[in-house]
């Protein structure tokens, strides 16, 4: 009865996750139950009798309003750094994570692998291994949620979102939309396939050969994005070799760090957040290319800084 209502525990996160929701759970039951029910017995144990005194004057103790204060103050702060830890190696994917792209539409998933394997709905991961997923809308709010997993997002229509993940079982497990997004949305979802490396490696060979990288190096060269990015001195755009993950400085003086979202958005409105020394003579691509060419421009702009790590 209970895995209908707790599904399987299939990630790192998920069993870290469920003592704390357990925990919290248990744990405001207990207040609940604690309050409501010294409310109720002091209620029934004062209640105005006949003939009975009663003072209303309340009591001042200095020392016991401290300590109702001070210890569920530093038990909700414990409680705090406890969800923020975890949210924390959330929000923060493994270095050398596999990165898998996803693009949500109405009503399916597109799913893109790193050699451009592509499918729809479904999901297939490797066992035992982080995997990184890069997460755009194509229209309206959607969310990615796999609950055996314990991992949930919103993906955005304008802007890229992650989730990662390292599933520690292999098997099936059900894959949501998980923000009401029109009429099909019920339908928006499909299966995790979590399988052993060699079988997701031989999955892999069953796709295209033209991975994210190279279509996004082809739309580079296609677009004319090399024209200005052309890496030589003096050139209109700034250098791209190396930029992924790197911190530049803008024209403002402010400090971003260029990660999937900052090149996103230095395609899609370029004019927005502008590297220093440079000027926003870029037009924007932002009807020119659908989000899966994003992210294959991405793709590609990224595996500029992994060949220069490598040299
Ligand atoms: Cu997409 Cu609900």
Known sequence: MLKYIFPEQASTFATRVDPMYYFLVIFSALVCVGIGGLIIYFAVRYRKIEGENRPSKALHSIALELTWTVIPGIGGIAIFAWGALLYNDFANAPEGALEIDVVGKQWMWKVQHANGMREVNDLHVPVGRPVKITMTSQDVLHDYYIPAFRVKHDVVPGKFTSIWFEATKTGEYHLFCAEYCGTEHSLMGGTVYVMEPEDYAQWLEGGPKTSPQESGQFLFEQRGCVTCHSGASGARGPNLMGVYGST???????????????????????????????????????????EEDVMDLVAYIKSLSAEEGAE
């Open 248 to 290: 530049v400085t803008l024209g403002s003086g402010d400090e971003v760090v260029a990660d999937e979202e900052y090149l996103r958005e230095s395609i899609m409105q370029p004019a927005l957040r502008v590297v220093d020394g440079f000027s926003p003579l870029m037009p924007s691509f932002s009807n020119q290319l659908t």
